[in-house]
């Protein structure tokens, strides 16, 4: 806990670093007030809406502003939906993490038994089949295979809606798109730990101790096979937010993927600003878990 | 262990269970059935590719989102291509001199709050956009000086300068009549989250970025809502708007890649309609200083060489129409002569150049944004192929939008850019204005004191023939020194359900009483 307590002080300067370069990206690459206004606005308009918005400040007025609301919890309003920032983050917040435990529980479901049964039946066809597999549902986009299962389960054979958050059944397309990749990296994983594991001694010993065979891979070997298993689990996490950007927009699913694209695209830069702030935050307590949970599952490591 | 891994794989179900719930957990439309089925439903279904932006109908510029707010917000008068100006609050109105115009209110037109409509409303409404600089379209109404209340129903408007356009101004975008007692008493915030208009329809629920649901408003004064529910939902992937109009999910999809037409028409069940839209794809030219396309040949062979037909048959599948104006038909002064029509002569423009000086061949910058418009990047590289035919080397610059837009705002692009324009006003002034020797000043630098005269007469000509005689002379003088050269109109493609009567409008507004069932 204490060591929880103090990963998570050292984690302040990073997130103030994130707020500075985030400020600087979104103010470089674009005019937000050339974004807002129409084609056919003349310059004094335009000029009016930047002075309104404070856009004609020197670059560090504006970040000491914006720092100084900030640490008052104030991330700004949006200028797209005239309402505060943090708020429409928090708001997308359940379509998110519900897409991506989704996505999760996918890749643990068919990750799990596939890695395993690949290890034991090393170099077998089968375990061609799966390797083989798992490098091609690393390789596919998961934009492109959200697009395909859209074109065939949804349009040609009509199992599952197209697009939207609703039912379960609007869960489940976006939620393979998104957990086929991590399914993939997490099978080669859970392989390559389970096939170093059976060569260990102590399984050598259980097995000679005559224990059967589905006691020695379930109990034993899994158990230590785990370890790395769930570190990657949590290293995912930030592949997942990557995912959902463009798996939320091709599936139209209202989350933090959608809004984020959609500001950047608008630079509407208070949204930008709160969303990447929420997703690093999002990254960083999911590495402190991991590490947590690992120095709890393996008393061997020790962190300074 | 595998005690451990059941019950974390339970802990997940259920969450996951949870976060549905807190979704509503309804079941929405999209259930993959054919799009035949349910052909009676009383609700409507409309995909756009973005939600609407804000109830501020004041602090937007966005179409699509003025497109949803019609249904919620009645103006003063409608602008209907065919009849011209048709009532809609207002019971009559009469321009009383030059800059004075008298309106009389429909009695009896109540907001969805219950709140009477009054000339009050019309007062604080239109001096709001007026006269703060700070909302969007403070630019098309900062031309009104003052509302004054007569009575309930009757109210002038002043306006700075006479204003031939104002009818123009007040059917568009930022024109919705809004509840002053409501807001004042209840605050801004209060109103954009609970928005209240007069219209037909008002909000039932909106969640951002996935669905607008719109109720009939029971005591509405025109004629009885149409449809119990309307559903505007955001889909910004194309292939997936496409693909929900064809599974029946939505019942009119906007804006559908032309590639896909055909995907839709084979489909039994849903069709494909389109039409013209306000929006004109031009090429913007330096007129002036070093630029080679200062010299009005250099001009005239960049407009010759290149075939816009060709573009719209071979990008848009013909869902275009050439044009050598920016004010189309179903404009107030459009000049229907250079519609439909363009002026394509290689050899010309061969000719022309070696005039001009440049028989070995001549370097333009070309800039253009990627991704703005309908095949807005193919557009260009068929056009640089067209200007390298006649020897016309086109350096092209292709900018992401953010990048363009920041670029166009401070004026900073050389010889040509590549743009589409649109036109809310329905009316030549709107078009024209930026090719006034003002306006013009660092991006085409066009000056050319007839055309000058003729623009800043027409702005303040209160005789509506005169003035439409002025615009149209004023675009002749352009389509000949060709400071823009206009490319071609791009039609709005629409995906719809067969169960539907869907004619679209020019202004592109889904006014959903309009789209009725077979």
Known sequence: ?304 | MKKVFWSTLLIFVLLIAGCSNSSGGENVEGNGGDPEEDADSKKLVIASGNDIVSFDIHDHNNTSTEAVHVNMFNYLVRNDPEEGFVSDLAESWENVDENTWTFTLKEGVTFHNGEELTAEDVKFTLERVAKDDTLLEYGSYQQIDEVEVLSDYEFNIYTHESEPALLNRLSRIGSGMLPKDYIESEGWDAFLKDPAGTGPYKLKEWKKDDRLILEPFDDYFGEEPKWEEVVFRSIPEDSTRVSEVLTGGVDVAVNIPPTDIERIEDKEGVSVVNSPSQRVMLLALRTQGDYPTADPKVREAIDLAIDKEAIVDSLLEGNGTPTRTRVTPGNVGANEELYDTQVYDPEKAKELLAEAGYEDGLNITLSAPNGRYLKDKESVELIQAMLQEVGITADVEMLEWSSFSTRYAEKEFEDVFFIAYGNSMFDASLALQRLTKEQAAGETDYDNPETEQLIQDAMSNMDPDERVEQYQKAQEIIAEDRPQIYLYQINSIYGVNDRLDFTPKLSEMLYVDEITLK
Do not use: C
Not at chain 1, 120 to 140: C, E, P, Q, Y
């Open chain 1, 1 to 304: 806990m204490k060591y929880f307590v103090k990963s998570l002080i050292k984690t302040i300067p990073v997130l103030f670093l994130i707020t500075l370069i985030v400020f600087i990206l979104v103010r470089v690459t674009g005019d937000p007030v050339s974004l807002m206004i129409s084609e056919t606005a003349t310059d004094e308009e335009r000029e009016a809406l930047r002075e309104s918005l404070g856009y004609n400040d020197p670059l560090y007025t504006q970040y000491f502003d914006y720092m100084g609301n900030l640490i008052k919890g104030d991330f700004g309003n949006s200028h797209r939906y005239e309402t505060d920032a943090l708020n429409l983050v928090i708001e997308r917040l359940p379509a998110t993490i519900e897409l991506a435990i989704a996505s999760m529980i996918i890749a643990i479901i068919v990750s799990v038994p596939l890695g395993i049964m690949s290890a034991i039946k090393r170099n077998s066809f089968f375990d061609l089949f799966i390797t083989g597999g798992a490098v091609l549902g690393k390789a596919m986009p998961n934009f492109w295979l959200g697009i395909m299962m859209i074109l065939f389960l949804a349009v040609n054979l009509e199992m599952f809606p197209v697009s939207g958050r609703g039912s379960l059944l609007h869960l489940v397309l976006p939620a393979i798109a998104l957990g086929t990749g991590i399914a993939a990296e997490m099978t080669r994983l859970i392989r390559s730990s389970m096939l170093e594991i059976l060569e260990q001694d102590f399984i050598r010993t259980a097995r000679s101790k005559g224990l059967r065979e589905a006691i020695v891979v379930n109990i034993h070997a899994f158990r230590n096979a785990l370890i790395p298993v769930i570190t990657i689990t949590a290293l995912q996490t930030s592949t997942l937010i990557g995912g959902t950007l463009i798996t939320e927009t091709v599936f139209a699913w209202p989350g933090i993927g959608q809004l984020l694209i959609q500001a950047v695209n608008l630079r509407d830069m208070a949204v930008v600003q709160a969303a990447v702030f929420i997703i690093a935050i999002a990254v960083i307590l999911s590495n402190l878990i991991a590490d947590s949970v690992y120095r709890l599952l393996d008393p061997r490591i020790k962190y300074d």
